[in-house]
């Protein structure tokens, strides 16, 4: 280990603007995709136990004793509370509960430390987790799907295959699969569909 080195080098990191800005990115898409996970986690079992209509109004009920009982008695921590629950449904497996926990760690880490994120050797945003976190957002916004949206509507949804049910992405799993690629330095997608774009607009103009 050479302290002379190293400060160079994260003074190398901090003051190139191309790093920099990467980093920049990595750290805002990270927090940003942690809260959709959060949404999707804990937001989608405390709606379903939590909020019901009465005369044609949303009711909300945070105190209901099948939350506290289903999900807030599993953990002290409403993430690791929420997270154990999918895991009980069946959506998650305990490994996965693990790494939602190594992600609520990271996202941590990157909230409250940024500078030294990007401006120190030791620290860096974990892409591989970043991938991880849209995978599992994908994954239980693709379970809830079928075992919650098509059970309370089957009708609206008969028409798919299981197939194609399977392959079901959300809005938000579907923003990160676009973004991630993009902050970890290949634009080669947006090039592609920006040069599609600009063909199309180019068309409808002289069409």
């Known amino acids: 280990m050479n302290p002379a080195s190293d400060t160079e080098a994260a003074w190398t990191k901090f003051l190139n603007p191309d790093s920099l800005k990467q980093n920049l990115l990595q ?7 942690f809260e959709m996970l959060k949404e999707s986690l804990v937001g989608r079992p405390r709606d379903f136990f939590c909020f019901a ?25 409403l993430f690791t509370a929420s997270a154990l629950w999918w895991h009980k ?8 509960v693990d790494t939602l926990r190594r992600i ?10 940024m ?10 945003i974990d892409l591989n987790l970043l991938v991880q976190t849209n995978q599992l957002l994908a ?20 028409q798919f295959t299981q197939e194609e049910m399977d392959a079901a992405c959300s809005g938000n799993a579907m ?33």
């Open 115 to 124: 500078p030294k994120m990007i401006g120190t050797i030791e620290h860096s």
């Open 175 to 207: 923003f990160l699969s676009m973004m991630i690629p993009l902050v970890s330095g290949d634009d080669s997608q947006f090039r592609s569909l920006y040069t599609m774009w600009c063909d199309h607009q180019k068309k409808t103009k002289e069409g």
């Open 53 to 77: 209509v009465s005369d044609g109004h949303i009711v909300a009920d945070l105190t209901s004793p099948e939350y506290q009982s289903e999900v807030r008695s599993l953990h002290k921590h």
């Open 89 to 96: 449904s069946g959506a998650i497996t305990i490994e996965e």
């Open 104 to 113: 609520r760690e990271h996202r941590d880490q990157i909230a409250h430390n």
């Open 139 to 158: 994954k239980i916004d693709n379970w809830w799907l079928q075992n919650y949206e098509a059970g309370i509507d089957p009708e609206q949804y008969e």
């Open 27 to 33: 750290g805002g898409l990270y927090l940003a995709a």
